[in-house]
């Protein structure tokens, strides 16, 4: 039954569905969001914190285009880490903790708040195709929605099923519904379906945890913000009247490893129950335990999740092993000898459509109309599925009003070296960003997020002309004070010599933009723009050596590897790296560089090892 008329459906209200829709929304497309649960918009299914290496980059690159993470999360945020500290600027990157639930209510308000977005609660079982485009979708409840777009962004809910021991049943997430009338579309239009896994730890009632015997893991002071647009703006902010709260770190036993070599077999992956393919980077700690049979210990933070809550996620504890061992396991701990488990801890498996099916702007190509976004193109994380959301959200948008389709280039940000790496890779596990997949790594930086992508987030409409107004002033004001410094020079005397120095050449990692004035020059005043001018001016050198390199690597796509070469032999490149170049044998450096997981710094590595980089 025809009941209505949207410009885009976007199917699920998660991290990927919500960036979708409200681009959409934004963008001016009268937008329909369906959700099996309208109370779980923005639910934080795994850990509640956002950002991390690479991934913050991808939050400050939503926001420069307009989306609403970085807002949501200087909202809520109850801790704030800048990661990366000790090593250059060019690589920090923010990290927050979150109140799960205030997260989750910022977000179902700004969706309910947005002007053309309409919320149903419902389950999409089909899409309707008429002459390989998109005309309609179809839900449970039989209703039909004609639509000229379609975000499908179903996280782990299609088919999905949970896994505790050897007890398992059908669900999306923790004990919610999971959707399944979508498998048989994709089966039908000829789709490949693949089958990934993932695990979150059980959830830990802290007024049975012994903070006494435990490290505290405090955050920084001032908190670094993630929106460029969080008041005031450039500086630093904390919600007014709140503190941070603190994290702990404690560490697995003997004890704990002993608990999962004699319970493996009970385990659903290594009891042979799962299937499908988990992620390398977030590993159970069953998986830890048998990989790195070496360590006697591993590292877990315990996160709260709230401020008001006694929920506490033990970060590195995830796993699929019975309720009952999980007691066990967990109170073999430092600090958790009593611990009570409030939520067990689960694997999840569910399907997910090879990302090769898509052009770079996130459309399939097999039907015009067609978006996918998020743990539905085999990613894993809130970020990942965010930026793939908000560029699949414009698309859609775009392609409703019949014009031309953006892309993001990979060299412009980590939101297009994903989705380049997704569409002409595909995933053979879940893809989870990393700096080291970059070959741009010192441009693509937190700091210049919005200069690099607010243009595009204003010519789409998603940033106001005030909001780009003020861009543009600023980057005016860095590109002057750059100018000003390289045009400047400063006699000092070394030893019995009086030497010339640019302030740029005065710049090391012991001097900062501020140390300038004892030689006499003016620094900026504006904190960001301050940062920035610094930034720029440290890093141009190795930012050119980083552009000549990238030239040398592209003449070098074809240079063939010897059929005999022992991949073991090769320094400096990862255990995930030599694997998979075992597997796949190839016999040019430029096959080797579109494998999934071959990095740019595997393939240098390679490289010198067979003497081609000069
Ligand atoms: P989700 O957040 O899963 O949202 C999917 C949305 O789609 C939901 O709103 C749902 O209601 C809706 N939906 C689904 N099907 C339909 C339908 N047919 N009709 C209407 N609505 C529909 N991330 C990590 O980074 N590392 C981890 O180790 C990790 N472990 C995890 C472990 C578990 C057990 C789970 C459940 C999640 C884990 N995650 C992990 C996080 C998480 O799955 C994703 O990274 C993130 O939530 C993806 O966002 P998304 O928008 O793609 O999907």
Redesign the pocket.
Known sequence: MLVDEFDVAV????????ESALACARMGAKTVM????AD????????PAIGGIA?GIVVREIDALGGEMGKAIDSVGIQFKMLNTRKGKAVWSPRAQADKKLYREYMKRVCENQENLYIKQ????DIIVEKDRVVAVK??LGLEYRVRAVV???????N?T?YIGDKTFPA???W?P?????SDFYKRHGFPLLRFK???PARLDRRTIDFSVLEIAPGDDPPPKFSFWTEPVGTYWFPKGKKQINCWITYTTPKTHEIIRKNLHRTALYGGLIKGIG?R??PSIEDKVVKFGDKDRHQVFLEPEGWDTIEIYPNGL?TSLPEEIQWELYRSIPGLEKVELIRPA???EYDVVSPTELYPTLETKRIRGLFH?????G????????G??ILAGINAALRAFGKEPIYLRRDESYIGLMVDDLTTKGVLE?Y?LFTSRSECRLYLRQDNAIFRLSKLGYELGLLNVDQYKLIKELKKEVENWIEFYKSQKVAIAVGSDVRSYSPTQLLTSERSIDDLKTYGFEVPHHPFVKEEVEIELRYEPYMERERKLNEKLKKLEDVKIPEEIDYDKVPGITKEAKEKLKRFRPLTVGQASRIDGITPATITSLLAFLGKLD
């Open positions: 199917v699920g209200g998660g991290h990927a569905g919500i369906f959700v099996l649960n779980s918009i923005g639910q934080m299914s795994c850990n991934k419902d389950e999409v079982v839900t449970k499908v962004t179903t996280g782990t809910f299609l999905g949970i999306g997430r923790a919610e999971r959707s399944e009338g979508l993932t695990g979150t992620p980077y977030c995830s689960y694997a999840i976004a998020g743990n539905f193109n990613t894993t994380g809130y970020e990942e599925a965010a793939q959301g879940p989870r």
